[in-house]
């Protein structure tokens, strides 16, 4: 793997196999022979309709679940000495109202990977920089807060300055701002842009929403059925698309947005 490169996913193949509690009448194949690449500072969209297996990916990423075959390669990480995925690779979850303990402060929930990276002690400055990264500020007035106290986007932020506060390697966000309201989802987008430019956070960004992809990646995977139809640059894309299933969804969204 050249130096740039961070992760390297080869044919990656994941089936669900049908059981006695499953509603579906057959194995389902969720990833059928994914190959990518992630490089250092790059947001890689991963973009396709419900069930085309965004997550499935995301959780193999994670070590949430393993292949059936192929293979995840991870280089380059400045977090290497750690030998497990967890520190280098965070995750954003779509819902800032189920992903947060209703039971923990603001603090102890951006300070939790810490406290598992590090052992109990953790840094407490560490925490208020990565509130004032994302905009939670001062950071005296959320550090003692519950996030039922907060509202959907400043939960968002929470969960981003928890995913940050560890300076991973990689972040992935699942589907961030599609439950929230429309301008609050800019203002994430914005935020995950700036963190991208000003801290060289590199984001595999999933989502269903192709303008939201076009805002923000650097370059763009479309899935269908568990495998990536399409990929290349934001421009080509969105200015050159070759599958009919990237053309389908593109027409949709100039249908409702005109910025794309
Ligand atoms: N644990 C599981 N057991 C059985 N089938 C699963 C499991 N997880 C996912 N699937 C199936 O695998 C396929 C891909 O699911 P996945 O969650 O990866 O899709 P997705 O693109 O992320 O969808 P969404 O946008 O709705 O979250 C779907 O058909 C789903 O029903």
Same mark, same amino acid.
């Given at each position: 793997?050249n ?7 080869d ?6 196999? @049908?059981? *006695?509690?499953? +509603?579906?009448?057959?194995d ?5 022979? &994914? ?5 250092? %500072? ?5 973009? %396709? ?17 393993k ?6 390669? *991870? ?8 030998d497990? +995925?967890?520190?280098? &690779? ?5 819902d ?13 929930? &951006? ?5 598992? @990276? ?5 840094d ?11 905009g939670?500020t ?40 599609s ?11 914005n ?8 801290m ?19 370059n763009i995977? &479309? ?10 640059? +934001? @421009?080509?894309?969105i200015? %050159?698309? +070759? ?11 100039? %249908? ?5």
């Amino acid at each position: 793997m050249n130096e740039q490169e961070l992760i390297r996913m080869d044919n990656l193949i994941k089936v669900f196999k @049908k059981n *006695f509690f499953s +509603r579906k009448s057959s194995d389902v194949v969720a990833l059928d022979g &994914v190959s990518l690449l992630l490089n250092k %500072g790059e947001i890689l969209g991963i973009i %396709g309709e419900s069930g085309c297996g965004k997550t499935t990916l995301a959780k193999l990423l994670l070590g949430l679940l393993k292949p059936d075959s192929g293979t995840i390669t *991870f280089a380059n990480l400045k977090n290497a000495e750690y030998d497990v +995925r967890k520190p280098v &690779v965070q995750v954003i979850f779509q819902d800032p109202y189920d992903s947060l303990s209703h039971l923990m402060t603001i603090e102890e929930i &951006v300070a939790e990977p810490c406290i598992i @990276k590090h052992g109990e002690a953790y840094d407490a400055d560490k925490v208020c920089k990565a509130l004032e990264s994302v905009g939670l500020t001062p950071t005296d007035e959320y550090l003692n807060k519950y996030p039922h106290t907060l509202s959907g986007g400043q939960r968002q932020r929470v969960a981003i300055a928890r995913a940050i506060v560890t300076e991973p390697d990689i972040i992935i966000a699942d589907e961030p701002i599609s439950m929230l309201d429309a301008s609050i989802g800019v203002d994430i987008l914005n935020l995950l842009l700036d963190m991208n430019e000003k801290m060289g956070v590199t984001f595999l960004f999933i989502t269903h929403d192709i303008a939201a992809a076009a805002y923000i990646c650097d370059n763009i995977a &479309v899935m269908k059925e568990g495998k990536v139809v399409e990929y290349g640059t +934001r @421009k080509q894309i969105i200015s %050159g698309c +070759r599958h009919k299933y990237t053309c389908t969804l593109l027409s949709a969204a100039r %249908g409702e947005n005109a910025v794309i």
